[in-house]
């Protein structure tokens, strides 16, 4: 759920690979590193939602993941209507919209979202949101009142609400919400950072030993890329984020730096949401930057989000980048 969608689908189509550095946007209250977009026009709306070729035929060789009982081949793992499962027991049973979606038109919510919730940072981490607010996510995008501010960002989701029943969205939101957040970033604060690079929305390291000045931004990649290319529901994220922006982060989240309102307020004292209200802890920073940004934008304007407009108005990227290397710190 962006804050951010329930489903969000992964586009499997060649995507070139861009080496990304610390340049300033030409929006400069844009906080592009949140966004693992190539560059060239939006692209098609069904298109993304359906998927597509480009990889070629897959490697038939079984793949194996340490301490997981099974083994899945590439095409299995690719499979958005079937995803891989490779820890059945950390999860309850998925219902069947999560496990398999609708065909043609809405891929299983565990694809994208892992059958643990946890998602990856080109989509959204909706483990234990409370189940009202997945709920509501999912009719907004459905209604059309949720959207991105970024054109080339796949709005999978739009496609993917028209496609399923409201007993579907309260079954997915039923299963999501009953597993708690559990560690999943790892926060570290430096002046430069590896290269990084984008495939598959999403940003990696560049193993070759380069670096660049992180700059004002967040960059959030994995942990371990071999495992992220099987899905592993096991490995999570590391988030580079500037020097000091942790304690600069604090104190804009604690008490609003006279520039915002306090988050604690909303989404409680400990940020681990309050009532409808979704919790903060430990989730992806790159999905929490396109949220404000949405918000900011008022391209995102569902039900709730008008208690957001205020909060967001006079956020600067540098605001925004300290408080998410702050909410991405703190434990669940």
Request: aromatic letters at 6%.
């Amino acid at each position: 759920m962006n804050l951010r969608p329930l489903v969000p689908v992964f586009v499997f189509v060649a995507i070139p690979l861009v080496t990304i550095g610390a340049q300033q946007p030409a929006d400069t209250n844009k906080p592009v590193w949140a966004y693992a977009v190539a560059p060239g026009p939006p692209p098609s709306t069904t298109a993304a939602a359906r998927g597509g070729g480009g990889r070629g035929t897959p490697d038939p060789t079984p793949r194996t993941l340490p301490g997981s009982r099974s083994s899945f081949t590439l095409a299995e793992i690719r499979n958005s209507f079937a995803p891989a499962d490779w820890f059945p027991e950390d999860h309850p049973v998925m219902p069947e919209v999560v496990a398999h979606g609708r065909q043609p038109d809405a891929r299983a919510c565990a694809f994208c979202h892992m059958p643990n919730g946890k998602g990856r940072p080109e989509n959204a981490p909706v483990a234990g949101l409370p189940k009202d607010y997945i709920v509501q996510q999912l009719e907004d995008f459905k209604s059309g009142a949720r959207k991105t501010a970024e054109p080339r960002k796949p709005n999978d989701m739009l496609q993917i609400s028209q496609h399923i029943t409201d007993d579907d969205m309260k079954e997915a939101a039923a299963y999501f919400s009953s597993m708690p957040w559990t560690q999943w970033i790892r926060v570290v604060e430096v002046d430069v950072v590896p290269k990084t690079r984008i495939a598959g929305q999403m940003f990696h390291l560049v193993d070759d030993g380069t670096t660049e000045p992180i700059g004002n931004r967040i960059v959030e990649a994995p942990e371990n890329e071999a495992e992220e290319q099987l899905r592993a529901p096991r490995t999570g994220f590391v988030a580079y984020v500037p020097v000091g922006s942790i304690k600069r982060g604090e104190a804009l989240v604690t008490t609003g730096g006279s520039k915002t309102l306090p988050c604690t307020i909303c989404h409680g004292p400990d940020l681990r949401g309050l009532g409808p209200v979704p919790g903060l802890v430990n989730r992806s920073p790159s999905y929490l930057g396109r949220q404000l940004y949405d918000f900011q934008q008022g391209t995102r304007a569902g039900m709730w989000s008008v208690l957001m407009k205020r909060v967001v108005a006079n956020l600067t990227v540098e605001d925004m980048v300290s408080i998410l290397a702050y909410t991405a710190s703190r434990k669940p």
